[in-house]
Each structure stands twice: as structure tokens, then as C-alpha cells.
């Protein structure tokens, strides 16, 4: 994958995720309780700076109470930005 591809992509999950979870007006600190993360690895992924492998995607959907389907359809992870 390009490098600048792989970064865009990561940017628009982080994206997803933080507008999710403040969707649902919690922490970074409650959403990594509840799908067992740490929360600076919450952070990064927010940032774009981590690319989580599926299992944690999923953990992450779990927490955010969607599927991630949805996620990726609905909050534009899927669309190039």
C-alpha cells in the first residue's frame, strides 16, 4: 500500500472513531475500558498514528456500540477525504 494512501486511511478511521465516541459523549478513557484498550493507543489511533490490527477494530466497534460496518459506511472511512 502507498504510503500516502496507508496514512489518509488511518487518518479517516481516527476520524471515525473520535466522531463515534463523542457521538456517544465519553472519554477516550471509556471507550479503551470497554473495548479493553489502553487509552494512549486510543489516542494514536484518534490521531492516525496507529493502524490497529481487525481484532482491536472490532474491540473498538464493540465499545462504540456499532457495528463495523456501519463504522466504515457511515462515519467515512470508506470514502476517500
Given at each position: 500500500?502507498?504510503?500516502?494512501l496507508?496514512?489518509?486511511?488511518?487518518?479517516?478511521?481516527?476520524?471515525?472513531?473520535?466522531?463515534?465516541?463523542?457521538?456517544l459523549?465519553?472519554?477516550?478513557?471509556?471507550?479503551?475500558?470497554?473495548?479493553?484498550?489502553?487509552?494512549?493507543?486510543?489516542?494514536?489511533?484518534?490521531?492516525?498514528?496507529?493502524?490497529p490490527?481487525?481484532?482491536?477494530?472490532?474491540?473498538?466497534?464493540?465499545?462504540?456500540?456499532?457495528?463495523?460496518?456501519?463504522?466504515?459506511?457511515?462515519?467515512?472511512?470508506?470514502?476517500?477525504?
Open positions: 500500500m502507498e504510503k500516502e496507508e496514512q489518509d486511511l488511518k487518518a479517516r478511521f481516527g476520524r471515525a472513531i473520535r466522531r463515534r465516541r463523542r457521538e459523549d465519553i472519554s477516550q478513557e471509556v471507550l479503551a475500558e470497554r473495548a479493553d484498550l489502553h487509552r494512549t493507543y486510543v489516542s494514536d489511533i484518534e490521531q492516525g498514528s496507529r493502524n490490527s481487525l481484532v482491536n477494530i472490532v474491540q473498538l466497534a464493540m465499545g462504540l456500540e456499532i457495528t463495523v460496518a456501519r463504522l466504515f459506511k457511515e462515519y467515512g472511512v470508506e470514502d476517500s477525504a
